[in-house]
């Protein structure tokens, strides 16, 4: 059987839970074999956890290296200023004719430097090119510019965004609306389809990451869209169910 090549394009994780770590351990376990383009370091200083992006000079040299590998999908994650994301742009543009799985990271609870409107219209350019995007409830909200308090407008906004060109849409709303549910909303352009797993509440660091990356393996194995959802959905929940906790104490919104 031929190894399938699939790239993350994503950030350093510096307690190793989510970014690229995530990516890579994902990939493996789909038995893939996974590159990383580095878009940013991350380290805990005076002022809490902050972002570094990659020199633009050194992220190009990432790119180049790798724009001749074969690969059959890209997953992007963590794009640190419009610099980063105007030079990925490019590379998904030219490799426009394969999978690209977006988790369009705009907000997190840790505090770093982010120009959000202006990453907000760099996203968007992103939309056409995309198999999958995968906002979370903050992200959905400031990509669609619709509020999101119910379900209802978790799907509405699941619709706006496919109208702004996303292929397909997953919005994830976590425990927002139910303590015992973790309710998440799909979206083809045709139907709409609500998925509800028990919320867990032991290590979830990385779990956006993950769900991502695990959709984006999917894809690329020949899943359909809401396959590949639906599987990744399972797999993080089996995941967050059976890890556990190392000993950092973090909040992720992923």
């Given at each position: 059987?031929?190894?399938k ?6 950030g ?11 990516d890579?351990?994902?990939y493996?376990t789909?038995?893939l ?5 580095v878009t ?11 972002v570094?992006?990659?020199d ?15 690969f059959?999908?890209?997953k ?9 994301a105007?030079l990925?742009?490019?590379f ?6 394969i ?5 369009p ?9 982010v120009?959000?409107?202006a ?10 090119y995309?198999?999958i995007?995968?906002?979370n ?8 510019q ?11 906004a ?10 397909n849409?997953?919005?994830?709303g ?5 303590q015992?549910?973790a309710?998440?909303?799909f ?46 959905k ?16 973090q909040n992720?919104?992923n």
């Amino acid at each position: 059987m031929t190894t399938k090549y699939i790239l993350a394009i994503s950030g350093n994780d510096i307690f190793s839970g989510g970014g690229l770590h995530a990516d890579l351990a994902t990939y493996s376990t789909n038995h893939l074999h996974g590159f990383v383009a580095v878009t940013c370091l991350t380290a805990v200083t005076d002022t809490g956890f902050e972002v570094f992006a990659t020199d633009k000079t050194v992220f190009q040299h990432q790119l180049n290296s790798l724009k001749d590998i074969d690969f059959s999908g890209i997953k992007l994650g963590l794009l640190p200023n419009v610099e980063i994301a105007e030079l990925t742009l490019d590379f998904v543009k030219a490799h426009a004719s394969i999978p690209l799985i977006l988790d369009p990271v705009l907000v997190c609870k840790e505090s770093h430097d982010v120009e959000v409107s202006a990453l907000r219209t760099e996203l968007l350019k992103f939309f056409p090119y995309t198999s999958i995007i995968t906002p979370n409830l903050v992200e959905a909200e400031l990509l669609s510019q619709k509020t999101i308090k119910t379900l209802d407008d978790m799907k509405a906004a699941a619709q706006k965004l496919h109208q702004l060109g996303a292929q397909n849409v997953v919005i994830k709303g976590g425990n927002r609306f139910s303590q015992e549910k973790a309710i998440d909303v799909f979206y083809d352009g045709k139907k709409l389809h609500v998925l509800e797993y028990p919320v867990l509440t032991n290590n979830n660091i990385g779990a956006g990451c993950t769900f991502a990356s695990s959709i984006a393996s999917q894809i690329v194995l020949g899943k359909s869209a809401l396959e590949a959802v639906e599987i990744s959905k399972d797999f993080v929940y089996q995941a967050i169910l059976h890890s556990d906790h190392y000993g950092v104490d973090q909040n992720y919104e992923n």
